[in-house]
Nanobody, 125 residues
Framework: QVQLVESGGGSVQAGGSLRLSCAVS????????MGWFRQGPGKEREFVAA????????NYADSVKGRFTISRDNAKNTVYLQMNSLKPEDTAVYYC??????????????????WGQGTQVTVSS
């Protein structure tokens, strides 16, 4: 059974920073791309960021480019999302996800087979 567990969420003031982490078990972590999605109040789930198996290639939503950084530590089976210069519109539940194939790390939820439970991020004005 594959499990993804997010942590690191919380409440911050606008302009602050948070670092999310996602620990993976039950699958060969280093063989698959990873991604982050988020779902704000009353909104649909949206793509945030993704990266390749090695961590050498990334894909970011336009809304977070220059502020968020996705990375992974394959030795620790963990993917991270460093969030800087946070804005109120970043408020959402953040989910990590594992891709269904070895080379696809796109923007669509259907490209990811396994999901974490989510962690809440709240950014106040």
């Amino acid at each position: 059974q594959v499990q993804l567990v997010e942590s690191g969420g919380g409440s911050v003031q606008a302009g602050g920073s948070l670092r999310l982490s996602c620990a993976v078990s039950g699958r060969d972590f280093s063989s698959y791309p990873m991604g982050w999605f988020r779902q704000g109040p009353g909104k649909e789930r949206e793509f945030v960021a993704a990266l390749s198996r090695s961590g050498g290639a990334t894909n970011y939503a336009d809304s977070v480019k220059g502020r968020f950084t996705i990375s992974r530590d394959n030795a620790k089976n963990t993917v991270y999302l460093q969030m800087n210069s946070l804005k109120p519109e970043d408020t959402a539940v953040y989910y990590c996800a594992m891709a269904g194939t070895r080379y696809s790390f796109g923007t669509k939820p259907t490209q990811y087979d396994y999901w974490g439970q989510g962690t809440q991020v709240t950014v106040s004005s």
